[in-house]
């Protein structure tokens, strides 16, 4: 007997097409939201995941959205504890495995992590940087980074606390400076290692016991001569310190002025250059309080001063200036007028060392603007950090100074000594 075949609409032979279940469907809805969300993220930041923003990038309707999260904060949660909690974690233990021995080379993931971080990397970070801002957000991340540092001190008890916070910090700071930072940066690798020997030289751990008073921090104050763009360049710091640059309107500005929005225009044109202007201070600030103000001074000096720049960042009275430092960093990697203009200031500032350096040392200029690019990344690690955990408070930073005179003066004191000399 002929087997019967059956027909499709048109006479033709009907296809057996094979049936997508409501399951998979529903996997392969998450992983178009999962993807799309982790784009805008390592992109935009937290506040860049607007539910809305995240259908449309994904390419469907804000249904499935909105029928599975309330909030962007839902989806950030949800993309950390799922995928960027352990890439987090993978980046400091590669970190500390490296820092740890004497003999192993930093990975090649390690290093292009930190120069030019992939979208998880930067996504991690991203939401390590902001996470006080975010209620469901900040205990997981906390719980994190605590338990970091804790498993760090635990699997290296003949290491300082203070040594084992440059794990966490320097990592953490290399990305989030890293699309502020100046295109000519030296390679990572030299520098790297030169930090690694620094911070296991046992005549560096072995120092403890100096203490100074903490430096004080306020949010710098304008002076360009105008009263009023003062007061609303002012205003702009105080309100992106407080609830980031992608939420700072024009209306919270006006009000931390004093003053309608209106007039800010016989001034200024728009929050971008407030902005900038803002950065301007801000790394003015960062270069009178450190780099700058450090060259001169002898060694025993010189640590003092790191002690109590240390002390100063962590105090909870500069608590303002630590959020101003990290909201302006994570707003420079999202904005690309924001990060040249950082990128120009950066430049300015260290062209003042590296170029008297390389007068004497043409080598050695590379080698000077890699410390100093080092210093930076660590204390805005340490800066953003310290706004979510208490941890590296109480520490004793004597190491840690030890280890920056070092290299301070191997990259740059001795080479400025010598150029002074002749």
Known sequence: MAQKISKGSFGEPATDRPRVSRAQKTREVQEAITASALELL??????????????????????PLYGRYDSAEDVALELWEEKLRDHYKRLILEFNAFASSKDLEPSQWLLQELEAPSALTAAAVEIVAVARRFPLLVDSVRDEVEALFQ?????????????????????????????????????????????????LDPKNLDQQGLSASPVSLSI??????????????????????????EKTTAHRVARAAGHSFSSAYTHVGTKDELMHMAIGQMMDQIWRTGTASFLELG????????????IGL??????????????????????????????????????????????TYPDAAAAAAAFWYLTAASG??????????????????????????????ATTIEPLSKLSKA
């Open 42 to 63: 390592a992109a935009f930041g937290v506040d860049g995941l607007a539910l809305t923003k995240i259908a449309a990038h994904a390419g469907m309707s804000n249904g």
């Open 151 to 199: 498993h760090i001190c635990a699997a290296h008890p003949d290491i300082p606390p203070a040594i084992c916070s440059l794990r966490l910090t320097v990592p953490t700071g290399c990305v989030l400076k890293s699309r502020s930072v100046p295109k000519t940066r030296p390679p990572w690798k030299a520098i790297l290692l030169q930090f690694r020997e620094s911070a």
């Open 220 to 245: 710098p104050t304008p002076d360009t001569g105008d009263v009023g763009l003062d007061e609303f360049v002012s205003a702009v710091m105080e309100v992106v310190a407080r609830v980031g640059f």
């Open 299 to 310: 060694p025993e000096e010189y640590k003092n001063a790191i002690i109590a720049l240390q």
């Open 314 to 359: 962590l105090a909870e009275s500069n608590r303002p200036i630590r959020q101003l430092r990290t909201e302006t960093t994570v707003a420079m990697r999202h904005h690309t007028d924001l990060a040249a203009a950082g990128r120009k200031r950066t430049a300015a500032s260290l062209a003042i060392v590296s170029d008297a350096v390389e007068k």
């Open 380 to 409: 805005i690690g340490t800066v953003s950090l310290s706004l979510l955990t208490d941890a590296f408070r109480n520490l004793d930073w004597t190491p840690v100074a030890a280890v920056a005179y070092e290299m301070a003066f």
